[in-house]
């Protein structure tokens, strides 16, 4: 039973430890990022541990650049393990080593069932509509009876009657009739060992107390227990501690808007995408994940610490969840409201293709971010700042500079070189004046103004632009586009 960050066993109160386990055959997606946040916060409430083990038995598909993508995602939202990652397959040696006490033992057998008997068996089932079960006649064999030289596998022996049980913590007790367990194998022809039974030995191991992963590994979670429990028999008795049944608690998915398992065609990225082509801060993305399925009350904008204070697994629902890119996007416009300055101005600089100063980003941060939802949108709208004369203008920017506007400008310019104090308050106090003298609204003058100093029709405030161009570029932008009003105008 676990209790401030304990569990109770045989061999007294163990620390609570928490894994994730991703397997290296690509990015790290939203739903195993959100694993990895689940099993961190867990180990962080309960003041345990969380470790990383690299699933790359599958040799064919794990690639070191899927590796390297796994870490960078999760050292970006700030989810490295407290310890070096484990490497399953480097651990091939120690799980087959338990495949064999488990057949010394008497908890497993070597099959001799051919490709081609399974293959029959599978078709005679699916023939009478039946499930298929691997029924060998190998279970009971004695050594003698083993046909030499011949390839074999090594199947664990399932319990063939009654049930197994478990007490899940998201999903409560869940029962499976031992019967639906087949004899599946632990140990190939070859002699490696399969998925099933490194993750056991390695969870072991490394003494994992809570396995919190997705809901779709529960079925793995009985055929599991029958390894460890196999093995509890044979060393519980030797060190008083045996191999303990680790608490489960198996998280519904992420799905789409539209209800269906998340996938690329809902616009789910890698965790990389995300930050590099979306924009996103870390800080978002942590607290985006973080409500899907967990909640405390009605908060929404939840701080590292905060969730760490108010994490557990009582309050993980038990549907599934939507993902919701707008709601990640809001979720995104306010962190950014909420960043430091100086930070931000490096994020964007580094996204832009000429980045003004450092200093005069940062100065332009506080009035920037105030619409904007992601670092992109930054980026862009920083773009004015270090544009090269004469500046570029767009489409729509430039149905504004027509000839009257031009004439404006030309106003506007005069007025504005007799300015000695180039601050936002004293240059809406002059333009404002010039806007009544005029018989115009400020807007009339604001418009032409901002395309001849962005080459745009959306920007900071007007002042603050004026005030971040500095005046004699801000003076040379506007003549750029000023022409003298035309006679008799």
């Known amino acids: 039973m676990a209790s401030a960050g304990v569990i109770e066993g045989e061999g007294g ?14 990015y790290l997606h939203i739903g195993g990022a959100r694993t990895a946040l689940f099993n961190w916060l867990f180990a962080r409430h309960h003041g345990g541990t969380y470790l990383l083990r690299i699933e790359d038995t599958d040799r064919a598909r794990s690639t070191e650049p899927a ?12 989810l490295g393990g407290d310890e070096p990652a484990v490497f399953q397959f480097a651990r091939s040696d120690r799980h087959a080593a338990v495949a064999h006490q488990l057949l010394a033992a008497g908890h497993a057998y070597r099959c001799y069932l051919t490709q081609e008997e399974l293959a029959a068996r599978r078709e005679q089932a699916q023939a009478e509509r039946r499930p298929f079960r691997i029924v060998s006649e190998w279970r009971d064999a004695t050594p003698d009876q083993w046909p030499e030289g ?5 199947r664990i022996k399932s319990p063939r009657e009654g049930e197994t049980a478990i007490d899940d913590l998201v999903q409560g007790r869940v029962t499976v009739a031992n019967a639906e367990l087949d004899d599946f194998v632990i140990l190939r022809s070859d002699g490696t060992p399969t998925y099933m039974l490194s993750v056991v030995v390695d969870d072991h191991d ?25 093995m509890h028999a044979i060393d519980g008795g030797r060190d008083g501690q045996g191999w303990p049944d680790p608490l489960y608690a198996h998280i519904p998915l992420i799905h789409g808007a539209d209800g269906a398992k998340l996938s690329k065609r809902h616009g789910a990225l890698g965790v990389d995408a995300y930050r590099d082509e979306l924009g ?16 405390h009350g009605d908060d929404e904008i939840i701080s590292r ?8 697994i009582d309050h993980v629902g038990k549907s599934p ?12 416009g306010h962190y950014l409201r909420e960043a430091d300055d100086a930070r931000l101005a490096e994020l964007v600089a580094a996204r832009m293709t000429k980045a003004p100063p450092l200093d005069l980003l940062a100065r332009a941060m506080p ?28 489409a729509k920017a430039a149905a504004l500079l027509h000839d009257d506007a031009r004439a404006l400008l030309a106003q506007i310019h005069a007025r504005l070189e007799r300015e000695t104090i180039w601050t936002t308050d004293s240059l809406e106090a002059s333009l404002k004046a010039m806007a009544e003298t005029l018989g115009l609204g400020l807007g009339k003058l604001a418009q032409p103004l901002r395309a001849a100093l962005t080459g745009q029709t959306v920007s900071p405030g007007i002042f603050d632009v004026l005030v971040l161009l500095g005046r004699d570029e801000a003076l040379a932008r506007i003549a750029d586009q000023a022409v003298a009003a035309p006679v008799g105008h």
């Open 67 to 78: 590796i390297a993508a796994i870490f960078d995602g999760l050292e970006w939202l700030g």
């Open 13 to 26: 109160r163990q620390p609570v430890v928490t894994r994730f386990a991703p397997s290296p055959t690509g």
């Open 280 to 295: 996103l801060l870390p800080e978002a993305m942590f607290n985006y994940l973080l409500r899907l399925g967990w909640g």
């Open 321 to 332: 969840s939507r993902f919701d890119t707008a709601k990640l996007l809001n979720l995104n």
């Open 150 to 154: 011949q390839p074999y596998v090594v």
């Open 206 to 230: 490394m003494g994992v107390t809570h396995v919190i992963r997705g809901d779709d590994h529960l079925n793995n979670a009985f055929r599991q227990l029958v390894i460890i429990r196999a």
């Open 305 to 312: 610490e905060q969730a760490i204070a108010w994490f557990d």
């Open 367 to 394: 009035v920037m971010k105030v619409r904007a939802k992601d670092l992109n949108e930054l980026a862009a709208g920083a773009a004015f700042l270090s544009a090269t004369r004469p500046l570029p203008v767009d």
